[in-house]
């Protein structure tokens, strides 16, 4: 036999094993050059996923959280003395009190807070921040800014500390300093976390184009589900705000797809869906937000759409739970006066609203509060009174800059009490204009009062019109 084709066949078969080898060596030169020749980095665990996000003042998924306050508490059996952990800890919990609408775990936050501050003397930043976090999940806005201002006087560069000094001051009403403190926190940062506190800002001047862009562009930004879905609820919030159902509805929607827990999303489904005539799949939405985010505010828009389809009993079932909800926040330090004056002055005792809002007026004056005073006066019979609180809350050179088609009905019908018929007309329309379905219960009564002013009459004079 020949051994010349044999030689050939081994000389050709070393080739190929020789091509492939170095295809292969090609190949895991591109695979791992960008690590330096090393295997990629491990996927981090859900405990780092938790600790950048609540060390950033980011949303974090519930189970990553859990998994982050469970290890810092086996540490600190151990090393009570480390204050980081202390710290990492309390913004934990804090975060699962926000993401559970669950005030039980703010005394827990606290204490951890306060022992890492304990271990370092009241000198540890990350533990201040985090203490003006939970003063705002508390509706403690005064207390915010105290705890805020002194993480700032630390580390004045340190740009965690200055989204919670916003929020605190936008809580008390003063939009001079929360507009320099989001100039401040914009040159030291940039990302979707400030992108997103500025849509905050820019939504309460009534400059909601930019709000939307902004939470556009965070939610595309953002890193993690959790925090993407945060976005995506609070656009979908704007988009209803301004009367856009299929909009809204679609965010709202995306949200709940990219973090199923993220159950304001399921709320804004249900005042969309309700919007929209889908009323068993609206009551549906409500029901699975509440039961596993069971915010005060939640039962009182169930309680309305209830209320609205003639269900009353359905209705006070979850006026009590609101009841319930208020007290359960004050016992563990938190302020929910805000949502228990409006609920008081449309379905319970009107006086009791004024008392609890003239309170809260003196220690925050914000729109908000503005808005609820001045419709609880109205409610009491007090128009007189009323007035210059609504026209604090619509007038952007009052401060109160935000587009809220309640805000605008507010006003409307407490000027049409006062005989302002063309005052009246104008901010009743407005209301519609900015959101015809913004309350099942309100949205109608609007429209009767348009419907009773008629059209202004050139004999009656400029008021009318």
Known sequence: MDDKPRAHRRRLRRALLASAAGAAVLGGVLVTLP?????????????????????????????????????RERHLRTHPGDARAWAELGAA???????????????????????ALKVVRKDHVPALRTMAVLANARRDYAGARAWGEAARKLEPER??????????????GDDEETGRLLEKLAKLRSGPEVMARAAAVYRDRGWREDAAAKLTDAASAAGEPAERAAYLERAGQLAWERGDREDALRRFQEAVRTDPD??????GQGRVLAALGRTTEALSAYRTALAKHPRPEYALEL????????????????YALLRERVRLAAAHGADEELVLGRFEADHGDAEAAVRRLRAEWKRQPSTEVADALGWALHRAGEHEEALPFAVRATEGTEGGGVRSALFAYHRGMIEDSLERYGAARRHLTEALRINPWFSPLHAPRAKEALARLGEPSVQAGPESF
């Open 35 to 71: 690590w330096g020749g090393q295997p990629p980095p491990p996927a981090p665990t859900p405990q780092e996923r938790a600790l950048a996000a609540v060390t950033s003042g980011v949303p974090a998924a519930l189970p990553d959280l859990e998994a982050l306050a469970a290890e």
């Open 93 to 115: 919990r804090v975060e699962q009190g926000l993401r559970l609408a669950d005030p039980r775990y703010w005394p827990r936050a606290e204490k951890a807070l306060r022992s």
């Open 159 to 172: 740009w965690t500390t200055y989204p919670p000094l916003i929020e605190a001051s936008a809580g008390l």
């Open 262 to 267: 993220q159950r304001a999303a399921q709320a």
């Open 303 to 318: 309680g309305e759409l209830y209320e609205s389809l003639g269900m009353r009993q359905a209705a006070d079932a979850r």
